[in-house]
């Protein structure tokens, strides 16, 4: 029988604090998520032309700035925190 490992989760964390992102980064690391970390929306956007994650945190003073990004997620059914 083989037995296959199944692929962790991603989340998408849109922090520009360092500290912050580095923080939501490490919480979501520790509860399994494969996790990747942005501080600016241009760069997220360049990930999400080839990936989805499960989830994504983003930082509320970036959400006007964001509204690609939102609209991706939103399209894809991405759970926002």
Request: charged share 25%; aromatic share 4%; net charge negative.
């Amino acid at each position: 029988m083989i037995i296959s490992k199944a692929a962790p989760e991603r989340a998408l964390v849109l922090v520009a604090n360092a500290d912050q992102r580095d923080q939501a980064c490490a919480r979501l690391s520790r509860d399994g998520y494969e996790v990747l970390g942005f501080a600016d929306c241009e760069n997220a956007v360049a990930w999400l032309e080839e990936e989805t994650p499960t989830i994504a945190v983003i930082d509320g003073d970036l959400m006007p700035g964001c509204s690609g990004v939102l609209n991706v997620l939103g399209e894809r059914g991405v759970l926002l925190v």
